[in-house]
């Protein structure tokens, strides 16, 4: 039995503490918010749990095994180093540090004191992502050409950060998830309209071997928009993460260019067939990436998003931001 | 009576005929088109046509008033420019041409010999585009914040260009025409997967006023996707052109941004209220389009898809392709 | 405050009971349901209030107030006439009753005691009820032509009652809500595939003035269908209840017929023009119907959604049960 | 080649001509119209036909092999039969005719003079009814359940029939294609609303083996609806065709009930699985048709659209009628 301290209690922390408080092999000990509505709501529907507005309580709590910390960005640092200094496992929000060092530092304590990091990269737990990772590696889908997505919708700003830093940790947790080279380099634009930070932002990644990805994020969409498009030499993938059922479409279709004699001899074969939307497993994601953390501490093992997967988000993130900074430089990375 | 020659009758040709041949105040009299099989169509379908396979018999006729060239893009400026110097009025694909200085050329050219010419910006002219100029003008909209276009589909490819000067002269033509200020610079960045031309690429254009468009093209979507998101102070517009019915969504929504005491002390009001749809005039457009033409030739006036606006295309084509090669680099215009 | 007393916590109990327990006016004091994993889970839930498998011992309480009664529909008589007999207001689940004869027992029984009886007919309180009723009430739609519902699933299959008593009883309160003229004469075809009960069916409902409703129901659709539309003289409206966002859709369409001289002269004249979303009101409906059923027990008058209301509900069902058995023979009411 | 005259060329006589025209096979000959204008169009179009105002000169020409009749239906049987007393094949645009004595006097004098007859049952040379009739056929499928039709759009209204006349006979030609039982009675409900002929109206055809279809036509619909589910034992499919791709969409859902022990022991077992939409044929249905009723004609076999599918089809409307007439009696066939 995993027993939890949480901090933060905000948007996210409720569906991190019903999770874990579900769960067969954990259990919520410790819970710190520092707004006192918060703590009032939490000791309503946990009465037996510990309430408190200090961390320091969890970090040294000796009947605490793992801290989750589900916080602003700026905080995680802070927050994960003590619990693994007090030789606790920690849960972090994503995107994991406010930077490249932060992590580093993070990810060397965490080794030297034997402890498990998971970033909460929750996509990689949804049916959708799960089903994807899948076709692309059983060879279903064939060698990727693009990633292509929108995720756009009104609001809700951050105080904080940029729309990228919001909006796409998602996609970038996706696609490093995903494709299986490492990203070369980086372009960000965007603009400020309302807040001083980007609400408007594009980003393009390079990869070896021809890949490129590209998210589009907005915080100022009149509608919602949750969709990638994933263009492969085999088949062809739309992922449109609003639709209640079928969510995901491959297309039998693709295109084959021979060049036989100079430029105007280009023969141009396009291949049209068949799509499909297979069945997507419904279970929620956070409960199963929950409980593959419970499974990685209890076996001692590193989960997949662990820190340094926490880490190559963050670099992308960096790496976005000075590019924007600069108006669509490349960043190499 | 304005007296037609037509160079190309090609994949667009056939509709410029048909129009320029159906309206009152013109008249098709000679086709051109290298292709034999080309020729055998028109003499099915316009017997009292002349029909040669040598554009120079159409640009020394002296019955002919205008010539339309509806060829590819690297031999507008031969043709145009042979139309001009014989004292025709010139209708020519878009874009416009393959280069600034051509472009320019011809501009001066058509000055001097008091001529026309029009640059078939053929969306300026359908309902939905004619519908946006309308509410941007009259403040319905309010101040842009940004314009993002998703222009995707399988193929087709060209011989000639890359994705960017196939698809997206739609978009910078109608940029052009609904914001009224001038591009101050522009990022690119693409990929070639098959071809020698980049089939996935994506625009980001920098406006002053913080106004920004961004175009993602691709020739190798699974799905057909034509959507504009414009995004204003007062409401926001989706315009998604595979719509039969209800191209046009307005939005009455919208983000209050009012910073108090500092960073944690924003106060984000959004709004939201009814979404409108307004009935679009379903005129086709090449023929209101080539109507005006015939207008703009009559009372010897420009037309406002003139060279000037041909021009500002291919300028954003060509600083596009600059910032393409160099992955991103930023292009000011 | 009101005091409940809730027989049945199933699939829509819980519901209800969370409703009464938040709203200011009203509170829980206990609970009755046969399953003890049902009781189990109401006393991790709401430690404070009585539980029993006894609906008696709400009955007899002098306690309670009011009495929701959230079970299958062959239970509500026995329920609602002992909550009555004991003085006791009733909430009753839809359908009201199993037969005609039962719901006026209990009309008449409430007027007798001056109690109050409520049918849930939850959909009249849903933001898109509300707005269609506002908009045929201010005239906005003109007189009414039809009302074509689409009510289609897969499952859940009833035990007890047909696809018609399951599903229709929505549409009907919201027809009975909306039409003001009494329904004259009804229709029902069907087909019964796997069950001993009609899977599949179909409702025609004649209104005087050539107002016609239709139903389809089906437990045996591969989609979820939620789509009702209405043909009225002035506009026309699509009702789509499985769209999260702009559920109702107004149309500014119509027809106009003359005839001039005889058959061969009708002159057809279309209206086409713009289309309308107006947001809805997005509070809970069950939330707002249990408000108004608190304010009207206490102010002592009887809400629109009564036992009368119920009663017509029920006539309908009965009605359509009998075309049904004689293969869509007319029913008159 | 077998040389054809045409009677008819208004809306859908166009279709027929340039097809019948473009056949390897077929050649059109002459043409009749009684409008003036038709006429004038038809010699612009086609300067090599005979154009004529009196159906006579076709009936009588000996050039003529075979009479397209592509008028309004209480047309038909007089021009077909002229047809056929001068030993002309017959291509009747659908329904057949006004009444099913008609149909059976055309069908024998066709048999006796060892012609044919086909009627122009369209839909079923699509792509999508051709693989339903294929996924029907093949068992992938498996047991229909019922047919469930929506054909609603805002008019055309016709002059001379109602709404289920106008809209009905594509999907009682689908079913009598797909369905291989015979329709055992029929249940027509509607409503008159601007015309002297229903405008909204409903359709439920009994089969033995508890098939159940049903038709939902509309000219009063602000929206275009043309939705059809089929509910199978194995699969279900919608066709959605309005949609320009994925017009079919397969599922792989289903219910299994087993009552075991008495009404309260009902095991419901939902089975969900994957949804697939496969390719289909893009030739225009039309086109091959025509191409078949050559074949036919050449080959001296009767095409399974013949006078008896006309027949079966007819049979059905009149049926509707009368019941429509009686608000919804069952009318047996």
């Known amino acids: 039995m995993i027993k939890f301290g949480i901090v933060g209690y905000g948007y996210w922390g409720p569906n991190v503490v019903r999770n874990i408080d579900q769960l067969d092999g954990s259990k919520v000990v410790a819970i710190c918010d520092k707004s006192p509505a918060s703590r009032k709501k939490i000791q309503k529907n946990y009465p037996n ?15 605490i095994d ?6 602003p960005v700026w905080t995680h640092y802070e927050l994960a180093k003590a619990a693994l200094e007090n030789g606790k496992h920690v849960f972090v929000e994503k ?22 990091i998971m970033v909460d990269h929750t996509f990689l737990f949804t049916g959708a992502v799960k089903k994807m990772a899948e076709l692309l590696n059983n060879g279903t889908l064939g060698k990727v050409y693009y990633y292509d997505s929108t ?6 700003f951050q105080h904080d950060v940029n729309v990228i830093w919001d909006l796409a940790p998602h996609d970038l947790s996706i696609i490093d998830y995903l494709i299986k080279e490492r990203p070369e380099a980086i372009v960000a634009t965007g603009e400020t309209h309302l807040n001083s930070h980007e609400d408007v932002a594009y980003m393009t ?25 994933i263009g492969c030499e085999k088949k062809m ?25 100079g ?6 074969n396009y291949r049209s067939g068949d799509m499909w939307a297979p069945q997507l497993d419904r279970t929620e994601a956070l409960k199963d990436e929950l409980a593959y953390f ?20 963050v670099r992308m993130l960096e790496a976005a931001s000075e590019s924007l900074k600069n108006r669509g430089s490349l960043v190499r990375l």
Chains 1, 2, 3, 4 share one sequence.
């Open 151 to 156: 995720r756009v919708n009104l609001g809700l």
């Open 237 to 261: 993938l739309v992922w449109n993460d609003v639709e209640p059922d079928e969510k995901i479409k491959i297309y039998d279709k693709g295109v084959n260019i021979s060049s036989r004699e």
């Open 66 to 71: 793992a801290i989750a910390v589900i916080t």
């Open 263 to 268: 430029l105007y001899n280009l023969l141009v």
């Open 294 to 313: 419970i499974q990685c501490i209890s076996e001692g093992k590193n989960p997949h998003n662990d820190g340094v997967a926490g880490l190559q988000v």
């Open 205 to 229: 990644i390079y990869f070896p071997n021809k890949i490129i990805a590209h998210i589009n994020v907005n915080w100022l969409s009149p509608v919602k928009v949750r969709t990638t498009l």
């Open 95 to 116: 995107p994991f540090t406010s930077c490249r060092q932060q992590a580093e530092e993070l990810i060397e304590l965490a080794a030297k004191k034997n402890l498990r």
């Open 49 to 63: 749990v510990l309430v408190t507005a200090d961390a320091a309580e969890l970090m040294s709590s000796p009947e």
